[in-house]
């Protein structure tokens, strides 16, 4: 991690906002999912934010996470290292980000590398894993693993076909919400620049 000191005044404030956005439920429902997904042995960490951020850090439960939505041999990441090398870790990130990108998660929804691996915005790592679980319960292509229930399945797409002759028709009636004229007229009006009676 970078060895920055404390923040103060507007940098503290706003430091302050984006941890608060951090959710240790969905923390403890990620780390589920996470450990459940890799179908691994993997430690659960203690909760807490710091925790979660080191325990993600080097990026090769991330990089085994989006492997293991992806059917054997179709693995957008074919070698995960293992390095405690910082520029292999952040590169790490990189490419589950890029992955997860590729999967389907909106670009709004992905973290930045040092969001993850400076601690700097935990509560955006949280949206990201969030998104991607999402998606691959709406997939649902058989590779998902865990409780359904963790996340909420994602809205499909539902286009209508019309044919040309109702696309015509369409054309022709005037929708309510563009209001109508019926028993509209100019009764009471006065001419411009009069002054109003009040009586």
Wanted: glycine letters at 10%; proline letters at 5%; hydrophobic letters at 35%.
């Amino acid at each position: 991690m970078a060895n920055r000191g404390p923040s103060y005044g507007l940098s503290r404030e706003v430091q302050e906002k984006i941890e608060q956005k951090y959710d240790l439920e969905l923390e403890n429902k990620l780390v589920d999912w996470i450990i459940v997904q890799s179908g691994e042995k993997i430690e659960h960490p203690p909760p807490g934010r710091q925790n979660f951020q080191k325990w993600l850090m080097d990026g090769t439960l991330l990089c085994k996470l989006i492997n293991s939505l992806h059917p054997k041999g179709k693995e957008p990441i074919p070698k995960i290292s293992e390095s405690k090398m910082a520029f292999k870790q952040m590169e790490q990130i990189s490419q589950f980000l890029k992955a997860a990108e590729i999967y389907g998660v909106r670009t709004t929804d992905i973290f930045q590398t040092v969001d993850l691996w400076e601690g700097k915005d935990m509560a955006a790592v949280q949206r990201t894993l969030m998104s991607l679980g999402s998606l691959a319960v709406t997939r649902d292509d058989g590779c998902y693993r865990g409780d359904p229930s963790w996340f909420h399945r994602k809205a499909q797409q539902n286009r209508r076909g019309f044919s040309e002759e109702q696309l015509r028709r369409g054309q022709s009636v005037i929708g309510l919400q563009m209001g109508s004229n019926k028993g509209a007229s100019q009764s009471g009006m006065t001419g411009y620049g009069m002054p109003r009676q009040i009586m």
